[in-house]
């Protein structure tokens, strides 16, 4: 995406619209790690302690991550470092979605 916005836009616009996606995707890989540590129907109680931590922290690296940027950046298009953002989590969601209807993940135990 940065790519294509350096190429229609202009360099302040292609590196705000990075830092958007790799503040959403940090934040996420690490809510991903945090979330899925265990496994089992032993782990639940972990498993549920996790995701809300997960989440928490996760929701935290997203504001420290807005403020490094607004901070540091300079100049920053402030436009594109949140459609950046926006892309890459609707990317993630629909990737989520479609292999939600996956017909593989559909199939019942035989």
């Not at 949140?82 to 989590?89: E, Q, R, Y």
Request: charged share 10%; net charge positive; with cysteine.
């Amino acid at each position: 995406m940065a790519l294509l916005v350096f190429a229609l836009v202009d360099w302040t616009a292609a590196y705000s619209a990075l830092a958007g996606g790799t503040i959403c995707a940090l934040a996420n890989a690490y809510f991903t790690r945090k979330a899925f540590m265990y496994i089992g129907a032993r782990a639940a109680a972990r498993m549920l302690k996790a995701i809300y931590t997960g989440e928490a922290i996760k929701l935290l690296l997203i504001a420290a991550g807005f403020a490094m940027a607004f901070v540091y950046v300079e100049p920053l298009n402030i436009f594109y470092l949140f459609a950046g953002f926006l892309a890459v989590h609707i990317t993630g969601v629909i990737a989520a979605v479609s292999l939600q209807n996956h017909p593989m993940s559909n199939r019942q135990a035989q």
